[in-house]
């Protein structure tokens, strides 16, 4: 069996144009980034022309509507993720920052004049947008932030640092929220603004095929035309992340497919004892254990999916699905290397790889404990976390 999802015959549940969206991205992949994915993490680097094959082929805001966005529906969009992450978590990474928050907060609270000057662009990977909400010392809690937006006049000035920003130091645009007297506000920050700069994160041990940055506003002056004019609160961000945890639902079990399918690759032909490794009982064992565990992901990704679909998806169901999913995945990738045995810290096998990455997945778009304490939340009632 070369797909663990085949044990439950999981394509069936999918439509013929849902199988041939997925079959047509793996398919790119497997040609254009798989063979270059390893020396992009030794090296550091997520080459920038990339985004431009990445719009051609159609995932950039793959699941909005109009400008020059597929519009396709979220499952669609899930299965992407699914095989961009199966490949690498950085280019899953990449393209979830792209479409999920920097191209949905334009696309769901801009002007239609910041909508037609940014999302044909970004959707063609003419343009590379981020989004700037953490800071060096507020993660969990992006209400302490301290960047500030101050009228000046007819224009907004802002000061501030934003941290560990995906895409940072190689986007043409930022999506910035600030703290402003009416509260919190986003704004549009295009690259080459007089006093906006971005340094990029060296020394990574995981999302090395990503580029990861700081940036850095020091009375940056913009128009009044730059500020995002539907996101009134700090619930416009927080929107916005639900859609990218939505494509970490799907992007985990991509990962943690690919690690099986290592681990099944090399278990069937590494012979010990005068047999393949595949024939001993305590492989088997892990071999079951985590392509059931695979696919209980993924019947997950696919409830949620039909979920956001109908229009009834909570925050506390996507919490649900970025825990369980992304820990199943980081356990999966851990227990498949021990079956590589010492190949399996080489760089020619994915598993140890998919296990760094997903130790900042892990920590992204909400950690695992604050997923539980929404999960909680949901449960009782109390906010145990205010």
């Known amino acids: 069996m070369q797909d663990p999802l085949q044990l439950l015959d999981i394509p069936s549940l999918l439509s013929d144009e849902e199988r041939?969206?997925?079959?047509?991205?793996?398919?790119?992949?497997?040609?254009h980034v798989r063979p270059h994915v390893a020396s992009w993490f030794e090296e550091g680097v997520l080459p920038r022309e990339l985004a431009r094959?990445?719009?051609?082929?159609?995932?950039?805001?793959?699941?909005?509507?109009?400008?020059?966005?597929?519009?396709?529906?979220?499952?669609?969009?899930?299965?992407?993720?699914?095989?961009?992450?199966?490949?690498?978590?950085?280019?899953?990474?990449f393209v979830s920052v792209q479409g999920s928050l920097s191209m949905f907060s334009i696309w769901k609270y801009g002007s239609e004049e910041q909508k037609q000057e940014w999302l044909p662009r970004l959707a063609a990977g003419e343009a590379i947008g981020c989004f700037g909400l953490t800071e060096p010392d507020f993660g969990s809690n992006p209400s302490g932030m301290r960047t500030r937006a101050v009228r000046n006049g007819a224009d907004w000035v802002l000061d501030g640092t934003k941290m560990w920003i995906t895409n940072g130091g190689l986007a043409d645009v930022a999506t910035v929220w600030a703290r402003t007297e009416e509260g919190i506000r986003g704004f549009l920050v295009p690259r080459g603004t007089p006093g906006f700069s971005t340094r990029d994160i060296k020394n990574k041990l995981s999302m090395r095929a990503s580029v990861t940055s700081e940036?850095?506003?020091?009375?940056?002056r913009l128009p009044e035309s730059a500020r995002l004019p539907l996101a009134t609160s700090l619930r416009a961000p927080l929107s916005c992340l639900n859609e990218a945890r939505f494509g970490i639902v799907f992007g985990a079990v991509g990962a943690a497919r690919d690690c099986v399918q290592a681990a099944l690759g090399y278990a069937g032909t590494r012979v010990q004892f005068d047999r393949p490794i595949a024939g001993f009982q305590l492989t088997q064992r892990k071999l079951a254990a985590m392509s059931v565990q695979v696919n209980n992901a993924m019947l997950l990704a696919l409830h949620l999916a039909r979920l956001k679909e109908a229009g009834t998806l909570k925050p506390e169901q996507i919490s649900v699905g970025k825990y369980n999913n992304v820990e199943a995945a980081i356990a999966i990738a851990r227990e498949s290397r021990t079956i590589l045995g010492a190949n399996g810290i080489s760089s020619e096998y994915s598993p140890l790889r998919h296990a760094n990455n997903l130790e900042s997945v892990l920590t992204y778009e909400g950690t695992s404990d604050i997923h539980l304490l929404s999960?909680?939340?949901?449960?009782?009632?109390?906010?145990?976390f205010r």
């Open 20 to 31: 041939d969206i997925q079959a047509t991205v793996a398919a790119f992949l497997a040609e």
């Open 53 to 93: 094959e990445l719009g051609k082929l159609g995932v950039l805001g793959m699941h909005l509507e109009g400008y020059g966005c597929a519009g396709t529906s979220a499952l669609a969009y899930g299965l992407a993720c699914l095989e961009l992450e199966a490949v690498d978590s950085g280019i899953r990474s």
């Open 215 to 220: 940036l850095v506003l020091e009375g940056v």
């Open 375 to 384: 999960i909680g939340h949901a449960l009782t009632g109390i906010a145990a």
